[in-house]
């Protein structure tokens, strides 16, 4: 007769055990890890935008400050892009200076009329093979993790800036669906680019 083997109670409760110290032990371990990909993933993507805004108004200096219809202009990468053009009182006050990327089309150039439209077309005209992002958030939470950025505008007195989201740093609700996170950069991870200065700062929250 065969006589049947397995484990005894105490053995499982045993091994349960050690499943679970290895469970609290290494857990947190793990998820910091993976908040320290996302934050590398941010300041990569931010300090890469900075250096295309940077190199745009470089451009734009080495040939001569170039003008279109009034605006200031310069062809960076194959794209024409449209850039900060103040007036002489703004340039004076020191609230805009001149040649930082706006738009991709021949219209206001002006920071205070910055839209996310504009903003997603800046992204996309000078960083090379961006992450996919959206203007949108209704594309946002119906296809999930397909768009790495959420592009938004946020504005602080008469200052406007665009405000670039990581996505898979945002809430979800019970359904699973990403919430809209609005325009607050002290939520989630996120960089803000002022087209007035030409400042790129990282939000790593």
Same mark, same amino acid.
Not at 28 to 44: H, I
Not at 89 to 96: D, H, I, N
């Given at each position: ?10 053995? %499982?409760? $045993? &091994?349960?055990?050690? !499943?679970?110290? %290895? ?8 998820? /910091?890890?993976?908040?320290? @990909?996302?934050?590398?993933? !941010? ?6 935008? @900075?250096?295309?805004?940077? %190199? ?6 080495? $040939?001569g400050r170039s003008k279109e219809a009034g605006k200031n202009v310069v062809s960076y990468d194959g794209s024409k892009l449209y850039l900060t053009t ?13 040649g930082y990327p706006v738009t991709n089309q021949n219209e206001d150039v002006a920071p205070g009329s910055l839209t996310a439209v504009k903003c997603e ?23 999930? /993790? ?8 946020? *504005? ?10 990581? &996505?898979?740093?945002?809430?979800? #609700?019970? #359904?699973?669906?990403?919430? #809209?996170?609005?325009? /607050? ?15 790129? *700062?990282?939000?790593?929250?």
């Open positions: 007769m065969n006589k049947n083997s397995g484990f005894s109670l105490i053995e %499982l409760v $045993i &091994v349960v055990v050690v !499943l679970g110290i %290895l469970a609290v032990t290494a857990l947190p371990r793990f998820l /910091d890890v993976t908040e320290e @990909a996302k934050n590398a993933s !941010l300041e990569g993507v931010a300090g890469g935008f @900075a250096t295309g805004v940077s %190199l745009t108004r470089a451009q734009w200096e080495a $040939i103040p007036t002489s009182a703004e340039v004076s006050a020191g609230t805009v200076s001149p077309s800046v992204w996309r005209s000078i960083l090379q093979n961006p992450p996919r992002i959206s203007s949108s958030f209704g594309d946002v939470r119906t296809q999930g /993790d397909f768009f790495k950025y959420y592009v938004t505008t946020t *504005s602080s007195g008469t200052e406007t800036s665009c405000l670039f989201y990581l &996505v898979n740093s945002l809430n979800k #609700d019970t #359904d699973g669906l990403y919430v #809209d996170p609005g325009s /607050d950069t002290t939520q989630f991870k996120n960089f803000t680019y002022k087209p007035a200065t030409g400042q790129v *700062s990282a939000n790593i929250n």
